[in-house]
């Protein structure tokens, strides 16, 4: 490995860290003048990353390969870090080795790829000299100087203490393991050891955080000797890791992919939203977070951020067309049995009893075996969906629906009712709900058409019975009466 150490804080961050996406000013530091550079590592075997940034709380160069027995121990004189403080309580920290700087992220999160390592291994595990480093986050969702170097998916510091096996001992740690799937003993001679001096690493691990898309954000990187001044530890970050992610739109609440077709049903309403911006721009117009979708097309979305050297957050596009639509279903009834006439090899079905749903009832077909009214709703695999109008069996025998006409039909307010029966035939008309309850009653006095007003009654199903008073013949309808508007 070789090492070119600077102090010149910008220098470092932009040829070892940034990478694409991510825009940075105002950069600082306390660096020293030995301890913070560019590393490139091609042909150094079994370490993972060729190049990058490293700071150390030492002298850079005592990171080359030395003998096992030789500690790399240089105190620089450096102050240490009130914010490294805050994560060894009880203890305070010397040589401190600082970068930061603000930026703004052309992506919905930031990640990169680190790792730790020290000479404080294994001799002074679990021990007050718990060499400390963090990555600090300050601005929008975050409480100043957020730590974010912690173990994945967890709330625990990645430090010597957190991520061991076992010490404090001079040599090979004995155990008992502390997150060992994350630790790297270059003291064990049956590992393929690296060829450095640390006593031992972390792996590579990648942290990733949450940011809003071209918001202003403070990072600070820093490492430090807890205790005493002595004993070096190192972070490495792989060169231009620290990128933008993607800025994924969401469809109703599912993460969408570059150039997604989405499918939306007839009639509905598509939720498009965008993680958190500094701004938000649809190609609609629109300047909201998320964007109601009723018509097929391209939607786009960017961010941008003009007091942040013009930072600009580019969305994936996405295009919305229709779904295949389903036709109303129409339920028939014969041999005791419903059927629906709407049938496909990938529809859903599911049918219901006075708007009850009925158990295990998913084929295009139920037995009847209830008086009520039966309704059966169809899912196509776009989750397109329809439900039929109520069939009531009520008990009456229904005659044949053409020879009793309603219009307008369902009814709702006042419909014509045209009767089968001769000019001078004298009909009684009943109506009767699903259950068998008489709830109407009037007299056609010889005319074949009239006025029927449903004002007071309940929406749903009924029976009409209409009875020629002159030749006691009798037919029977259904009528169905919707919520007065």
């Not at 590592?41 to 060729?50: G, L, Q």
């Amino acid at each position: 490995m070789s090492v070119t150490v600077s102090n010149n804080a910008t220098q470092i961050i932009n040829t070892g860290l940034l990478g694409p996406g991510i825009t940075a000013i105002n950069v600082t530091g306390q660096v020293g003048t030995i301890s913070a550079g560019i590393f490139n590592a091609p042909s150094v075997s079994n370490f993972p990353f060729s190049n990058g940034m490293v700071l150390s709380t030492g002298q850079l160069s005592s990171v080359m390969p030395s003998t096992p027995s030789f500690h790399s121990s240089t105190s620089v004189g450096l102050p240490g870090d009130a914010t490294l403080d805050n994560l060894v309580i009880g203890s305070s920290t010397q040589d401190a080795i600082v970068l930061e700087f603000d930026f703004a992220c052309a992506g919905d999160s930031v990640k990169f790829d680190f790792i730790f390592a020290s000479e404080e291994y294994n001799d002074y595990v679990n021990t007050p000299f718990n060499d400390v480093f963090g990555f600090f986050v300050t601005g929008p969702g975050y409480s100043p100087n957020t730590n974010v170097a912690l173990l994945p998916g967890t709330t625990t510091p990645i430090t010597i203490n957190n991520v061991n096996n076992g010490g404090p001992t001079a040599g090979v740690g004995q155990g008992p393991c502390m997150n060992c799937a994350y630790f790297f003993d270059n003291l064990d001679t049956l590992n393929n050891t690296i060829n450095l001096s640390p006593d031992a690493f972390t792996v590579p691990i990648e942290i990733k955080f949450p940011v809003q898309a071209c918001g202003q954000y403070h990072f600070k990187i820093a490492i430090a000797d807890v205790s005493d001044g002595i004993f070096d530890s190192w972070v490495f970050i792989k060169q231009q890791s620290y990128t933008a992610c993607p800025l994924q739109l969401m469809a109703n609440n599912v993460f969408t992919n570059h150039n997604d077709t989405l499918r939306m049903c007839h009639g509905n309403t598509m939720i498009l939203t965008c993680p958190d911006a500094a701004t938000y721009n649809w190609s609609t117009g629109a300047t909201t977070k998320s964007i109601n979708v009723t018509q097929p097309g391209l939607y786009q979305m960017f961010a941008v951020n003009p007091q942040f050297s013009g930072c600009f957050a580019w969305a994936n596009d996405l295009v919305v067309v229709w779904a295949d639509s389903i036709p109303v279903p129409d339920i028939i009834f014969n041999n005791d049995t419903l059927y629906t006439t709407t049938t496909a090899p990938n529809y859903n079905y599911m049918w219901s009893l006075n708007n009850n749903l009925i158990p295990g009832a998913t084929q295009p077909f139920i037995p009847a075996t209830q008086q009520g009214c039966y309704t059966v709703s169809i899912t196509n695999p776009d989750g397109c969906d329809e439900t039929s109008v109520p069939y009531c069996l009520t008990g009456l025998n229904e005659s044949s629906l053409s020879q009793v006409l309603i219009k307008p039909h369902p009814v709702t307010g006042v419909s014509a009712i045209t009767i089968p029966f001769e000019q001078s035939s004298n009909a009684l008309i009943q109506v009767f709900d699903i259950f068998g309850k008489k709830v109407r009653e009037l007299n056609t006095n010889g005319d074949r058409e009239i006025y029927f007003n449903s004002n007071g009654m309940a929406a749903g199903m009924y029976i009409l019975h209409i009875k020629d008073i002159n030749t006691s013949r009798v037919v029977n309808r259904r009528m169905l009466v919707n919520p007065a508007e």
